[in-house]
């Protein structure tokens, strides 16, 4: 019977052969594999032309999209009033919803063939959508701000939506107006009731009448 020590294990050169195996290769550095601005073609029966027109505009509504998204969590955190709590709510759905947009978009752009926006710096560098202070503002103005933001995105979808049509890129088309533009327009609504002066408790026509008697 073989003792225990009889036994070979693994040498000392396998076990160090194995550990570099195991050992994650980390600080890698190379060139990358496809620049920003160029086309990977893809079979999607779409001109490489038509592919790096939409790109090029989907690009300008995500860094829009981005920053109205960025914008949102700022107002969700620096609400205050007496409509703090359902603003402190509606900001952050909004912001959930402008979210999922940003997936669509960027993902859409990959499918082209295109390389998405993704990091900050290159978002503030293309965003049209004026920048806030860093300070906290008024629940007014933090409305006004986000509704002209809304409507620069608007502005440009539906522009970019009929030039996607014109150019056969219906997919891209069907994004902007199905999801991008009525996602926009419905948040422009809920955000602008907020902006009508009405009396919260008592009806100015009816105190009127009162004191008219
Ligand atoms: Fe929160």
């Known amino acids: 019977m073989a003792s ?3 036994k070979r294990g693994p040498s000392y050169s396998d076990i160090e052969e194995g550990t570099k195996k195991a050992t994650p290769l980390t600080h890698q550095h190379a060139h990358e594999i496809q620049p ?3 086309i990977a073609k893809l079979p ?3 001109d490489e032309k038509v592919c790096a027109a939409s790109a090029d505009n989907l690009n300008q509504i995500l860094a829009d999209t981005i920053t109205l998204r960025d914008l949102y969590k700022k107002h ?3 609400v205050s009033g007496h409509t703090f709590y359902q603003l402190h709510l509606l900001f952050d759905k909004h ?3 402008q979210d999922e947009l940003v997936d669509s978009i ?3 752009i990959q499918s082209l063939g295109a390389i998405s926006l ?3 710096a290159d978002v503030a560098e293309t965003t049209i959508i004026p920048r806030p202070p860093k300070g906290r503002e008024e629940v007014p103005i933090q409305i006004s701000r986000l509704l002209e933001a809304h409507e620069i995105i608007l502005r440009e979808a539906r522009t970019m939506a009929r030039d996607a049509a014109e150019a056969g890129d219906d997919g891209t088309n069907d994004l ?3 999801d991008v533009i009525r996602a926009n327009e419905l948040q422009v609504w809920f955000l602008s009731e907020h902006l009508v002066d009405v009396p919260v408790v008592r009806a100015e026509q009816a105190k009127a009448a009162s004191a008219g008697r």
Request: proline share 0%; charged share 25%; net charge neutral.
């Open 95 to 97: 912001h959930g919803e």
């Open 4 to 6: 225990r020590s009889d």
């Open 76 to 78: 969700h955190w620096q």
């Open 118 to 120: 993704a990091m900050a």
């Open 36 to 38: 920003y601005g160029k």
């Open 44 to 46: 999607i029966a779409l």
């Open 106 to 108: 960027a993902e859409r």
């Open 176 to 178: 902007l107006v199905s």
